[in-house]
């Protein structure tokens, strides 16, 4: 099969070379997902420089967390999946970005119908991050007010639509125009860092 390897640590346009690796096979509660879309994430690019990311690999490793696709096969206990378009978080947060990948059960979901498949890898990391912060670890409440940095990066525009999805609030730190108006469009007032004092604000 096909995948996108880091072969070394450098800039990604350096770091990554495609090529034909076995298919791998999935161990109980994994499936075997055939990829049709998978996202790049700043962990991804992190790898690539291997500098500091949730989970460093050793050279040479596939990248790619998020992907969605088809189950094609399954390990003991994951057997319901197969023939269902999922998005899933891969294992370890590699081998996304190939023709194959692994996932286990507990990060594997039904992809949203509405979505296509990029948007449905898109989505996965972004809202899953913003949800843990948002609704479970602040148990956000209708009223009160959510301050996101970094509104217009991937999981902050996930964190906007979330909190303005609870009734909260929201106020978003972005740097430049076109990223507030972003942010203004995701139901956030938006805080300019490049020509604002964030404080006063």
Request: aromatic residues 4%; hydrophobic residues 45%.
């Amino acid at each position: 099969m096909r995948a996108v390897r880091v072969v070394q640590h450098a800039a990604p346009l350096e770091a990554l070379e495609l090529q034909d690796i076995p298919v791998p096979e999935p161990g109980p509660g994994e499936v075997l997902i055939a990829v049709s879309a998978a996202s790049l994430n700043f962990g991804d690019i992190a790898r690539c420089r291997g500098t500091v990311a949730s989970v460093m690999g050793q050279v040479p490793f596939t990248i790619g967390m998020d992907v969605c696709g088809v189950v094609e096969a399954a390990g003991p206990g994951a057997e319901e999946w197969i023939g269902r378009r999922v998005v899933a978080t891969t294992n370890q947060s590699f081998g996304g970005v190939a023709d194959f990948a692994l996932a286990g059960v507990t990060g594997v979901f039904d992809a949203p119908a509405e979505l296509d498949d990029v948007e449905a890898a898109a989505f996965t990391l972004p809202f899953h991050t913003g949800y843990l912060a948002v609704n479970k670890r602040a148990k956000l409440q209708p009223g009160e007010t959510l301050l996101v940095v970094g509104g217009a990066s991937a999981v902050g525009t996930a964190m906007i639509q979330l909190g303005t999805a609870a009734g909260a609030d929201v106020i978003a730190i972005a740097g430049g125009p076109e990223k507030g108006r972003v942010c203004r469009a995701l139901g956030a007032e938006p805080i300019d860092h490049l020509s604002e004092d964030l404080f006063d604000r």
